[in-house]
């Protein structure tokens, strides 16, 4: 069993900068695809980036390609959002996932295994 447990959400100006971490805890996520997804209120959870395991490939949603970085450290057991040049539509809760396959980059929140309880992030414009 994996748990995942985000931190690092919070109030920010839009233009400013966020960094989330997403720790695992229980067994190691070496191995997983790790992943980021956001959910704003009345809309669906939508894929954000994403980190492979194997060849350390990124992925990212349109939206966020050349703001946000993905990032892990296989040592501590922790993936990192760095979130930059926030926009008020960047406002949403953000959960971490881990998939287990390990190769691929998948946007379908339903091939992830595991997903943490969320942070929310608030930009205000």
């Known amino acids: 069993q994996v748990q995942l447990v985000e931190s690092g959400g919070g109030l920010v100006q839009a233009g400013g900068s966020l960094r989330l971490s997403c720790t695992t805890s229980?067994?190691?996520?070496?191995?997983?695809?790790m992943g980021w997804f956001r959910q704003a209120p009345g809309k669906e959870r939508d894929f954000v980036a994403g980190i492979s395991w194997i060849g350390g490939n990124r992925y990212y949603a349109d939206s966020v390609k050349g703001r946000f970085t993905i990032s892990r450290d296989n040592a501590k057991n922790t993936v990192y959002l760095q979130m930059s040049s926030l926009k008020p539509e960047d406002t949403a809760v953000y959960y971490c996932?881990?998939?287990?396959?390990?190769?691929?980059?998948?946007?379908?929140?339903?091939?992830?295994?595991?997903w943490g309880q969320g942070t929310q992030v608030t930009v205000s414009s």
């Open positions: 996932a881990a998939d287990s396959t390990g190769w691929r980059i998948s946007f379908h929140s339903y091939e992830y295994d595991y």
């Open positions: 229980g067994r190691t996520f070496s191995g997983y695809t």
